[in-house]
C-alpha cells in the first residue's frame, strides 16, 4: 500500500510561500544597496583615468608634434576643455542610455564594438563556468560521500595538481591534443550560436575547458568541505536516529547547509576568468572582450577602456547578486549570516 503524500495547502503553505518570498526580497534589496554605490564609485574612478592617465585624442591623432592650437581644438571638439565633474555627468548620464561613448582611435561606438566581443567572451564563460560547475560539484560531493577513503584521497590529490596548472598551459595541451594530434576540433575561430549549436560548441569547448580547470578545483575543493561539516551537525544526526534514509538526509540537509561555500567561490571566481580570458582568446584566436580591452589599452583609446572597466564592473556586481539571491533561496545557513 503507497502512503499518500502530504502536501501542505491553505494558510501554512501561503505563509511559507510569503516568507520565502520575503527572504529573496530582503536578500534581492540588500545585494541591490550594494550595488548601486559601488557601480557609482566604480564608474567615477573609471572616468578619472583619463586624467590621470594624460593620453588625449589630440595626441593620437596628430602625434607628438602638434600645436597647443592643434590641440585644444580637437580636446574641444571632444568636450575635454570642460570641468572634469560636468564632463562626468555627461558621460554618466549617457552611459545609463546604454552610451559608453566614441572611440579616440577610430571614431567607432563603444557600445558596438563591446557587443561584437562580449558575446564571444560570455559563450567561452559561461561555458566554463557550467564545465566547472558540475564537474567540480561530481567531485566534491563523491569525495565528500567517500570521506576518508582512497577515493577521497584522490579526487583531493586530483584537484590539487589542477589547481596549479595555468590556464594558458592547459590551453596549449588542448590544443596539441585534440586539434593537433586528433584533429577532432578546430584550433583557433569562432563560429556563432546563429550558425549552428555544432560548430559553435567546436570552437568554444576547448578555451572553456582551459578556463574551467581552476573552477573545477575551487568548487570541488569548497564543495567537500561544506558537506563534510554538515554531516557532523547534530541535526543530520537527529535525521539518522529518526530513519530517513540516506538520500533524503543528503539532499534535505546536507546537501543545502553544505553548498553555501561553494556558491560563494563563484562570487569570486568570475572576476578572475574575465581576466583570464585575455590569454584564452590569444591562444585560441578568439576575438572576444579580452582581446579587444588589451588591444584598447596598447593603443591608447582612454574611453574604450572606460567602457570596458564599466561593463567588467556590471558583470562582476551582476553575477554576485545572482550568487547572493540563489544562496538566500537554497541555502538556509546563508540567511543567519554564516
Known sequence: ?????????????????????????????????????????????????????????????????????????????????????????????????????????????????????????????????????VLGSVLGTVAALRRTTWIDRAITGFVTVVSVMPGFVVGIVLVEIFAVALGWLPSAGYSPLAAGAGPWLAHVILPALALS????????????????????????????????SPRRIFFRHVLRNGIGPALATLGIKFPQLIGASVVAEWIFGLQGFGRFANDSAQAGDVPAVQGVLVVSVAMVVTFNLIVNIVLGRIAPASQRGV
Open 1 to 133: 500500500m503507497v502512503a499518500d503524500t502530504f502536501v501542505p495547502t491553505g494558510p501554512v503553505f501561503l505563509t511559507g510561500v510569503r516568507r520565502a518570498g520575503g527572504r529573496i526580497l530582503v536578500t534581492l534589496a540588500r545585494s541591490v544597496a550594494i550595488f548601486i554605490p559601488v557601480f557609482f564609485v566604480g564608474t567615477l574612478l573609471t572616468f578619472a583615468l583619463r586624467s590621470m592617465s594624460g593620453l588625449s585624442p589630440a595626441r593620437l591623432q596628430l602625434g607628438e608634434d602638434a600645436t597647443p592650437e592643434a590641440i585644444h581644438q580637437i580636446e574641444s571638439q571632444w568636450g575635454l576643455d570642460r570641468p572634469f565633474l560636468a564632463q562626468y555627468w555627461s558621460w554618466f548620464t549617457g552611459l545609463l542610455h546604454g552610451e559608453l561613448g566614441t572611440s579616440w582611435v577610430n571614431g567607432a561606438d563603444i557600445s558596438t564594438l563591446i557587443g561584437l566581443g562580449l558575446g564571444v567572451s560570455l559563450s567561452v564563460a559561461i561555458l566554463a563556468l557550467v564545465l566547472g560547475v
Open 213 to 244: 580547470f581552476d573552477i573545477v578545483a575551487d568548487v570541488a575543493r569548497q564543495l567537500r568541505t561544506g558537506l563534510v561539516s554538515a554531516y557532523r551537525e547534530n541535526y543530520v544526526l537527529g535525521a539518522m536516529v529518526r530513519g530517513l
